[in-house]
């Protein structure tokens, strides 16, 4: 499994060193944009729109946009050096809390935590401890250059980070519109929708439920890979033929120096001189 990022956990005096691993991964089916006339993929470039020219990476500087069209440049050196600041520092459990303190909507991405070199003890007197006491552990960590705010807790017989949203990050709940106050209701619907819910109540099984659409679409792609007519092969863009293009140059060369070349003199006609014609006349 790919290491993502390596540092060290502590709580009180504990160090403990770490290496860091996704836990989940995204597999929605991804389908690419082609070019209907040809079916080649379309190609998505950065330009700039003042210049009207394709910009390279190298061109490309950071800003803060803290007001319309107005920027704070900000150097990559300086970036590097904040980011680096922080990545230094262990990963120090602040609190530790009840899971179910934490409402699920602050909940961001897991991550498998695996002890690096030496950190075997460690990691289990943590994880031995979270167990017993039923607690997790509230900490902050540098992820790919953003502060993170997580708690670490125990699954099946691993640690793992999860990645919480800081309170800020979360929108409050009087701004969703149409939200309808506490409403009447018969004791009677009351009744039979908490009896529908007690006949659906069973224990959380994650293998239960499948992505029906991924598969269908998977399905449908199968089954039109091996019907004819449905499947195409992008055409390749023509690269310019080197022993062509020699050849087109040394033509093309060849007809301008013909044009060029001055043409050569003709030799002058001898005359008959002046007395020789005096004397042919005479």
């Given amino acids: 499994m790919h290491t993502m990022w390596k540092g060290t956990i ?16 995204n597999k929605d089916v991804k389908l690419r944009q082609l070019h209907k006339e040809c079916k080649s993929p379309i190609k998505y470039e950065k330009t700039c729109p003042v210049c009207e020219s394709e910009v390279k990476n190298e061109d490309i500087v950071k800003a803060y946009e803290y007001a319309k069209n107005k ?10 050096a904040l980011r ?7 990963v120090e459990i602040i609190d530790f809390v009840k899971l179910e303190d934490i409402d699920p909507i602050y909940f961001e991405k897991g991550y498998y935590l695996s002890p690096n070199d030496g950190g075997s003890k460690a990691y289990s007197l943590l994880r031995s401890a979270l167990e017993e006491t039923g607690k997790i552990g509230v900490a902050k960590m540098m992820i790919r250059s953003k502060e993170q705010l997580a708690v670490i807790r125990v699954y099946e017989n691993a640690l793992v980070v999860e990645t919480i949203h800081f309170p800020d990050e979360v929108r409050d709940v009087k701004e969703v519109p149409n939200i309808p106050e506490k409403t009447e209701l018969s004791q009677n619907e009351l009744k039979t929708a908490k009896m529908l819910i007690d006949q659906l109540t069973t224990e959380f099984d994650p293998n239960k439920y499948q992505d029906e659409y991924r598969t269908a679409l998977l399905d449908l792609i199968e089954q039109k890979k091996n019907e004819e007519g449905q499947t ?21 060369s060849l007809e301008r120096a013909k044009k060029d070349k001055p043409k050569p003199k003709q030799p002058k006609r001898k005359t008959k001189s002046t007395a020789a014609k005096k004397r042919a006349t005479s």
Avoid at 71 to 80: A, H, K, P
Avoid at 84 to 90: H, I, L, P, V
């Fill in 232 to 252: 195409a092969t992008a055409k390749e863009k023509q690269m310019p033929d080197n022993v062509t293009n020699l050849m087109d140059a040394l033509q093309a």
């Fill in 10 to 25: 502590s709580f009180g005096l504990v160090n403990i060193p770490v290496k860091m691993h996704a836990a989940t991964e």
């Fill in 84 to 90: 680096k600041e922080q990545e230094d520092k262990a």
């Fill in 71 to 80: 920027f704070v440049i900000l150097d990559e050196e300086d970036l590097e």
